[in-house]
């Protein structure tokens, strides 16, 4: 909804006020996540947030676009002649910052150069953090894949309050944006139950309730939560699993808590068995995360109780 105010008397019905609605974007190599995306330094980083390190794309037609940087509107990508790399500069409108943006393969884009179209934007060094962006020259059959990913605005927030001494439901994770609020490797809610906006795979409970399954390594949940006391917990993790590798760990505000967590298994996904550890807990207002280190394994609650 947009809210207009007028001081005094209403303007004519013809004057009007553009707005700007179009998205802001990731720039993210390969098969990756997320986690990582192209920065205004040109290197690979993990601070999403940064408006530097989100780009607008402003189409030209036939395929072919302009890349703006987020926080300075009149900085783009350019192909510089002279070096063969990848800058920023103002915008001048020249055909070597001008980006031709085509489908490759499964999914990813080929993001290349109008003035030099065979410069293919690249990663070279590896899908790591500082990693540099670089060109691959190459004919029509060589390419490197980019996703683009929409920039989500969500502000993360509590689903519902959780307060420890207490109990985490796993699928009350927090409300917000994919790699804020959590991480699944799909869009897609496997179970089709509870929260059908999110990409978490959620399902009936035999326990009661709902759980959360079809997990796979690298996802992870993130719940906000008010610890009442500082005090030694012991956590209760009930899960199921018929695999013999199946991992997870704890972790408070990014900090792990419990090292790696073995499931057992339990011959049944929807058969409960409860694994404990000790850890120790600040009072205040934290988020706590858990991650699936192995596939294979479903969560239904997390007992927090304190340690007498």
Avoid at 205 to 231: D, M, Q
Wanted: aromatic residues 12%.
């Amino acid at each position: 909804m947009l809210k207009l105010s007028f001081n005094g008397k209403i303007p004519a019905l013809d004057n009007y006020v553009e707005v700007d609605c179009s998205p802001y974007y990731y720039l993210i190599p390969g098969e990756g996540s997320g986690n990582l995306v192209l920065g205004s330094d040109l290197t690979l980083t993990g601070k999403r947030k940064d408006l530097a390190n989100q780009w607008k794309l402003v189409s030209l037609g036939k395929g072919y676009y302009e890349i703006r940087n987020r926080e300075n509107k009149e900085k783009v990508f350019e192909c510089a002649s002279s070096s063969n790399e990848l800058i920023i500069s103002d915008f001048s409108g020249k055909d070597d910052q001008l980006w031709k943006i085509e489908n490759s393969y499964n999914g990813l884009l080929k993001i290349s150069n109008k003035q030099f179209p065979t410069r293919i934007l690249s990663i070279n060094t590896g899908l790591t953090e500082g990693s540099k962006v670089s060109f691959l020259n190459s004919g029509k059959s060589s390419y490197f894949g980019w996703k683009l990913k929409e920039v989500c605005e969500m502000v993360q927030s509590a689903y519902k309050p959780i307060f420890i001494p207490g109990t985490i439901e796993a699928e009350d994770y927090d409300n917000g944006c994919p790699n804020d609020a959590y991480f699944d490797k799909d869009d897609f809610n496997e179970g089709g139950k509870y929260r059908l906006n999110s990409g978490v795979d959620i399902e009936n409970c035999t326990a009661g309730g709902f759980n959360v399954g079809w997990t796979r390594a690298g996802e992870w949940l993130s719940y906000t939560v008010t610890i009442n006391k500082s005090a030694n917990y012991q956590v209760s993790f009930y899960v199921a699993s018929v695999l013999e590798s199946a991992k997870a760990h704890l972790a408070c505000d990014g900090v792990d808590l419990t090292g790696t967590v073995a499931i057992p298994n339990t011959a049944a996904y929807q058969k409960w068995d409860i694994v404990k550890r000790a850890v120790r807990l600040e009072a205040g207002k934290h988020q706590i995360q858990f991650f699936i280190d192995s596939d294979g394994l479903n969560l239904d609650k997390i007992v927090f109780e304190e340690i007498k």
